[in-house]
C-alpha cells in the first residue's frame, strides 16, 4: 500500500505543472464531457507492477481486475453533462457443474481372475448456482482542474439463487445382499449445501438445496480522481450505508438401510434460513480505482 500511494503521489507531482491546462497538447479534452461513458477497474494491480518494477521485486503484468468493492461486477458510468453521471453495476452468472465417478459393480460378489477387473457402475454429481449482482446510482462530480471531487448515492441488488446438489448412484441399496452405502458409492468429497461430504457413514446424500440469498442495500459514496492523462484518471472511493441479506430455507435428502424390518428409506431434513443487517462505513468495501472515459 505505502509503494501504491508513493506512486500515486508522483503521478500528481508530474501533472501538478499542468493542473489548469485541461486539454492535451493535441487539443484533446482531459475532462469527462456530456454524452461519454467510463469503465472503471481496481487499481492495485497496476500500483503493484509499477512498485515491483522500481524495486526490482520480480513485477508480474497488470490486469484489468474488477473493483474490490464490486466483486466479479463490471462496473461503469454514462455521463448525462459534465457534472453529473449515472453509474451502474452488474454481475449476471450462472454455474452448472457436473462430475463422474466410478465404483466397482456390487452386485458382483467374485473376485475376477488376475489379470481381470471388477465391472464398474457410474456415479455423478451434479451443482448448479446463479449468481446476479445489479447496481444503479447517480453521481455528482464538482472541479475545475485535473482533480475531480465526486459524490452520490447507489442501490444495489443481489441475488443467489440457491444452489443445488443432485447426485445418482450405479449400485443401488437392497436389504438382501446389504449393500452399505460407504462402501458402494463415489466419495464426491465436500459440498456447498452442508458442511460435509455426500458419503455420511452407512448414509449417502441424494439431494441438498439452499434457499435463495437475497441482498439490498444503499449507500452513499464520496471521493476524488486525477486525470493524468485525456480521459484517464486514478481515484479513491468511501462509501457509508445499509445491507440487508435474507437467505431462505433449504433442504437435503439421505438414503440408508434402517428399521426393525431393514428396509432401503429416504430421510429428509429442512435447513433453516436466516439474515442480517449492516449500517457501517465502506459496507461494500473502499476501492482505488482506474477509469477510462471515451
Known amino acids: 500500500m505505502k509503494k501504491a500511494i508513493s506512486i500515486f503521489c508522483f ?3 508530474i501533472n501538478f505543472a499542468f493542473a489548469q491546462d485541461l486539454k492535451s497538447k ?20 497496476i500500483f503493484t507492477y509499477f512498485g515491483c518494477f522500481l524495486s526490482n521485486g520480480g513485477a508480474v503484468a497488470p490486469i484489468a481486475d474488477y473493483l474490490t468493492n464490486h466483486p466479479f461486477t463490471i462496473s461503469g458510468k454514462m455521463f448525462k453533462d459534465a457534472t453529473t453521471a449515472f453509474r451502474a453495476n452488474l454481475r449476471i452468472g450462472m454455474n452448472s457443474t457436473n462430475t463422474l465417478g466410478s465404483v466397482n459393480d456390487a452386485t458382483v460378489t467374485t473376485p475376477p481372475d488376475f489379470p481381470g477387473t471388477f465391472p464398474q457402475k457410474e456415479d455423478s454429481y451434479k451443482k448448479s448456482k ?11 462530480r464538482r472541479g475545475k482542474t485535473r482533480i475531480q471531487g465526486f459524490y452520490g448515492g447507489e442501490f444495489r441488488f443481489g441475488m443467489i439463487n440457491g444452489v443445488k446438489e443432485t447426485y445418482k448412484y450405479g449400485n443401488a441399496l437392497n436389504t438382501t445382499t446389504a449393500v452399505d452405502a460407504s462402501t458402494c458409492s463415489t466419495n464426491f468429497g465436500g459440498m456447498e449445501v452442508l458442511p460435509n461430504n455426500n458419503i455420511i457413514g452407512a448414509k449417502r446424500v441424494l439431494e441438498a438445496k439452499r434457499g435463495a440469498s437475497l ?19 486514478f481515484g479513491f472511493e468511501y462509501s457509508w450505508g445499509f445491507m440487508m441479506t435474507t437467505v431462505g430455507k433449504g433442504s437435503y435428502s439421505l438414503e440408508s438401510v ?4 431393514p428396509t432401503v428409506g429416504t430421510e429428509k431434513f429442512d435447513l433453516v434460513g436466516g439474515g442480517d443487517m449492516t449500517i457501517d462505513n ?4 473502499a476501492a482505488i480505482t482506474a477509469t477510462f472515459h471515451f
Open 11 to 13: 503521478a500528481l507531482a
Open 26 to 45: 493535441k487539443e484533446e479534452p482531459i475532462l469527462p464531457e456530456q454524452g461519454d461513458w467510463a469503465i472503471s477497474i481496481d487499481a492495485a494491480p
Open 130 to 140: 446463479t449468481n446476479i449482482v445489479l447496481g444503479i446510482g447517480i453521481e455528482k
Open 215 to 233: 441482498t439490498f442495500g444503499l449507500r452513499g459514496f464520496i471521493g476524488a480522481e486525477y486525470f493524468i492523462m485525456p480521459k484517464f484518471s
Open 258 to 261: 434402517g428399521g426393525t424390518t
Open 282 to 285: 465502506d459496507i461494500s468495501g
